[in-house]
């Protein structure tokens, strides 16, 4: 696949529910400049497949620069990654700080999606989850 850096909400979500692994950091302004001024942060940031500017500061930005990129918020990015999943009968696993945000969460989206299938859930840090699923399969 090419970097591509303006993008299709519906383009997008098809990418990301593809057979295909890949990562997407959704950045604000204060991830942008929490990165300007960390090398370490924004080598992380450039490590994703896709970084997509979450909130209209980050959109006028780039309509100055003449380029049209619809917002791709989160919320936007995470509701149609939902849909397209129900649509396609796959499923999702969940990543919380806390076993409470996780029950709401999965509490909200069973009632607006009735249809969707909930594989699991970890609570934790993203090192944690890595050993979780490398263990996984044993």
């Known amino acids: ?10 383009n997008f979500v098809n990418f990301i529910v593809s057979d295909k692994n890949f990562s997407v ?3 604000n302004v204060n991830s942008l400049v929490a990165a300007d001024k960390s090398s370490e942060f924004n080598k992380i940031l450039n490590s994703f497949d896709f970084r997509v500017a ?5 959109v006028w930005y780039l309509r100055l620069r003449k380029c049209k990129q ?6 936007k990015i ?20 806390s076993d409470d945000v996780l029950t ?5 989206l069973y009632k607006k999606y009735p249809q969707i299938i909930i594989d699991g859930e970890f609570v934790g840090d993203y090192n944690g989850m890595v050993e979780h699923f490398d263990n996984k399969g044993d």
């Open 1 to 10: 696949y090419k970097r591509q850096s303006l993008i299709s909400l519906s």
């Open 25 to 27: 950091a959704v950045c």
């Open 54 to 58: 979450d909130g209209m500061p980050l």
């Open 70 to 75: 619809e917002r791709l918020n989160g919320a």
């Open 78 to 97: 995470f509701h149609n990654v939902i849909k397209t999943g129900i649509d396609k009968n796959l499923t999702h696993y969940f990543l919380g700080s």
């Open 104 to 108: 709401k969460m999965k509490i909200n």
